[in-house]
């Protein structure tokens, strides 16, 4: 199994502003998820952090605005760049490890829920 | 339109009886995942199918992938309060396209 803290847990901030998030594994992992889920909406995928190469990102996200670094395999970053209100979502980091069952299983992190004012 | 589609959008079962839960895509899939998202426990992992026709079960959960891997079902058996939540399907469509996630199943369970 993975664990996977992350920081901050929440925060509001101002609009025009930057966040940082920190996602820590216990283990390491050559991928790491970064995912969004906004107000009552379902989970996106932003981007995947792989350990010594550039981000990949999915279609509507862009390195400008969701910039990440992976300095190792054990954490990742995402930074939230030039907030709007828009961006107030619960950011939420991923792993896939192995399970109990011994098949893969994809781990969460308890989320960093923002708010921008 | 969204991608993947769940039905029905919200249940209330009382406690014990059986229900399912269907995943549908206009799109054949590379693999289909499903999660479960509890306030206050974040988001889960179920289970992952990527074979036509594979069947998982993880203790009273089951899901299905159809042979043509464009519709899944996720059924739960002698439903428990500890089942209620959203249940989100997510799926990997296609070399190049996102990953995508269904709207979400909202189960409530009655004792």
């Known amino acids: 199994s993975a664990v996977i803290s992350q920081k901050p847990s929440r925060d509001i901030c101002q609009r025009g502003t930057s966040l940082t998030i920190q996602c820590q594994v216990d283990?390491?992992?050559?991928?790491m998820f970064w995912y969004r889920q906004q107000p009552g909406q379902s989970l996106t995928l932003i981007a995947t952090?792989?350990?010594?190469?550039?981000?990949?990102?999915e279609s509507g996200f862009v390195i400008d605005k969701f910039p990440i670094s992976r300095p190792n395999l054990t954490f990742s970053t995402l930074t939230v760049s030039n907030m709007s209100p828009e961006d107030s979502s619960i950011y939420l980091c991923?792993?896939?490890?192995?399970?109990?069952?011994?098949?893969?299983?994809?781990?969460f992190g308890p989320g960093t829920r923002l708010t921008v004012l | 339109s969204q991608e993947l589609e769940q039905s029905p959008q919200s249940l209330i079962v009382q406690e014990g009886k059986n229900l399912t839960i269907n995943c549908t895509s206009s799109?054949?899939?590379?693999?289909l995942y499903w999660y479960k998202q509890k306030y206050g426990e974040g988001l889960i992992f179920l289970m992952m199918l990527q074979k036509g026709g594979e069947e998982k079960s993880h203790e009273k959960i089951t899901a299905k992938l159809d042979e043509k891997k464009q519709q899944s079902s996720l059924h739960i058996t002698a439903s428990q309060p500890s089942h209620a939540g959203i249940y989100l399907c997510g799926a990997d469509m296609s070399y190049g396209q996102n990953f995508v996630f269904g709207p979400g199943t909202r189960l409530s369970v009655l004792p």
């Open positions: 799109k054949t899939l590379y693999g």
């Open positions: 952090a792989n350990q010594g190469s550039e981000a990949t990102y």
């Open positions: 991923s792993v896939w490890g192995s399970g109990e069952s011994s098949y893969n299983e994809q781990f």
């Open positions: 283990s390491q992992v050559t991928m």
